[in-house]
């Protein structure tokens, strides 16, 4: 059941971990590409829309600039003001000026009251527009062209000679004489807009989004009142979701134009497009069942076969074995198992061994430790002879060496540094006896400093260096010991004003320090105490030369600033 188990969680993962990162890279592009053919189509789209737009706005200008220079003619001001005897010249000019714009634009004059005079368009010259509303009234409180729709309500008319009115006043001394109006029929803007209908459908719309012309493919599907009821609806035009919505406004006229395209890959393209994808899913995960069982049984079956053998070896069976086939990972598991339980089968024979030979190696212990009890009793003797017979120094000396040797066999490795420079002090009264006179010792230790661990007879090899090769030469001078705290770190410092340490010495010294290398001569003691910071306290710790005196020898050893002991 648990073998089972095993496989069929392999399984999972295998089909998980092929199937699902396959299916989100599809979908992913899938979306991707049909986002970027959907840009590039609105990008090309809008292009067009522009295009179209300042082709609208060069002929809403060349309509202005025409109407304006009629408005400023002295001919047609004296035409609509009805001064001018004979049509034929005012005829004239307004068919040259037509001719400017398109060869189906009609330009009339009307006069102030709003009658028709003059028209090259189709119309009746007895025909009369109201000058209190519509296009005429606008366009008399404006001092440039209005465009505007026509509309049902200017009559048939109106809706036969065009489909967009320009118009513009004629003044004169700031009195309005009459009106000049520019005629465009639907025909005319249909071929602005006709290079849309490969791409697309087209509506041209007005200020109030009312359809002016449109493509023939838009006829009787009232576009104009859906993209004005989602306008007031959700404060945007759109529409259905097969189709982009592009929009431009022409800021002379105030039309918009607007395209229609259809979406691309929608429909039968979008439905090959998903078909070769699904095709491609369902072959790869029937290549994905396939592969996961073979790798699950490929796995689990080692792996049953080493949980086995474990087993018996938790029983206590260091003879079991696993097998090993192939050279893979699970093969190499399986090698390296057997030669775990061979080892660990040698190294229980060598712990029984090790058993025996450590009980005879504490039995030799006990025997040892009488050794140290013994000299410091004999030490204790001397001390009373040396006060029995009246020599004070044998006492002094015997004292002392008692009491340092009483600190060293102690089983605490770290001490406290009052501790160590009370040891120390007994060491120096021991070197004074023997070299009066020769030197001075003093102790600088700042307060927080005295209760910091520090290892056991750590100074006194020091201070010994100093003693033996700072004042060899027969100089005299003093030894100080300082201690300070620095942050986190225990500064020790032992300076002696001696002669100081030759080159020679320093260069053994230095190279004793370095990585593999072992004591020299004559500094076996400072070896010793910076293998031993090395060892407990890091690399980076140990003991450091410091050139920083004219006169004799400067050792530092920065240690962490550990915790606090009491008084041993």
Request: contains cysteine.
């Amino acid at each position: 059941m648990r073998e089972r188990s095993y496989r069929r969680w392999l399984l999972d993962s295998f089909l998980l971990a092929g199937v699902v990162p396959m299916l989100l890279c599809v979908g992913l592009i899938l979306a991707v590409f049909q986002t970027s053919v959907e840009r590039y189509a609105l990008d090309v789209g809008q292009r067009r829309v522009d295009t179209i737009r300042s082709e609208l706005g060069n002929f809403a200008r060349r309509c202005e600039e025409t109407l304006l220079h009629i408005s400023e003619d002295a001919l047609i001001e004296e035409a609509v003001a009805g001064s001018v005897q004979g049509d034929t010249a005012v005829y004239a000019l307004l068919y040259q000026a037509a001719s400017a714009l398109t060869p189906e634009a009609g330009l009339s004059l009307y006069d102030a009251r709003g009658q028709l005079l003059y028209t090259t368009a189709d119309g009746r010259l007895d025909e009369t527009v109201s000058v209190r509303w519509g296009l005429l009234a606008a366009a008399g409180q404006s001092d440039t062209a209005v465009f505007r729709r026509v509309s049902p309500y200017d009559g048939d008319e109106a809706a036969k000679r065009s489909c967009v009115q320009i118009a513009r006043p004629i003044r004169s001394r700031g009195e309005i004489l009459g009106y000049a109006v520019a005629d465009v029929t639907a025909r005319q803007l249909s071929t602005l807009l006709d290079d849309w209908d490969e791409e697309g459908d087209y509506l041209l719309l007005d200020r109030f989004w009312n359809e002016i012309v449109y493509s023939p493919a838009l006829q009787g599907q009232e576009t104009a009142a859906a993209l004005r009821a989602s306008l007031l609806a959700s404060g945007a035009a759109t529409t259905d979701n097969d189709s982009l919505l592009l929009l431009a406004e022409e800021q002379r006229s105030g039309f918009t134009v607007v395209l229609l395209q259809k979406r691309p890959l929608v429909g039968r393209p979008q439905q090959l497009l998903f078909g070769v994808a699904l095709g491609s899913i369902v072959l790869s995960a029937l290549l994905c069942v396939l592969f996961a069982m073979r790798l699950s049984r490929r796995v689990s079956e080692p792996v049953q076969a080493l949980n086995a053998a474990m087993g018996r070896v938790e029983e206590g069976d260091l003879d079991v074995r696993a097998p090993v086939g192939g050279s893979d990972e699970l093969a190499q598991l399986s090698g390296r198992f057997n030669r775990m339980t061979q080892r660990l089968k040698q190294n229980l024979s060598d712990s029984l061994r090790q058993q025996r030979e450590l009980g005879e190696t504490r039995m030799q212990m006990l025997q040892a430790q009488l050794n140290p009890h013994f000299l410091y009793n004999t030490l204790d003797t001397l001390k009373w002879l040396g006060k029995i017979h009246s020599i004070p120094e044998v006492s002094v000396i015997s004292a002392d060496l008692a009491d340092i040797l009483r600190r060293s066999i102690s089983a605490e490795p770290f001490v406290p540094l009052r501790s160590a420079l009370a040891t120390l002090e007994r060491y120096i009264e021991i070197q004074t006896i023997r070299f009066p006179g020769k030197f001075t010792y003093r102790a600088q230790a700042e307060p927080e400093t005295l209760d910091r661990l520090i290892p056991k007879l750590m100074l006194q090899p020091l201070v010994e260096n100093a003693v033996v090769h700072g004042f060899e030469d027969g100089s005299r001078g003093e030894i100080i010991v300082a201690a300070r705290q620095e942050g986190g770190e225990l500064i020790l410092d032992v300076m002696d004003s001696g002669c100081g340490m030759s080159e020679e010495s320093r260069r053994r010294f230095l190279a004793a320090k370095a990585p593999g290398a072992g004591p020299e001569q004559g500094h076996l003691g400072l070896y010793n105490v910076d293998a031993m910071l090395r060892l407990i306290y890091g690399q980076e710790h140990g003991l450091t030369l410091i050139d920083d005196m004219p006169r004799g020898t400067h050792l530092r050893a920065v240690i962490p600033a550990g915790p606090e002991g009491g008084e041993t």
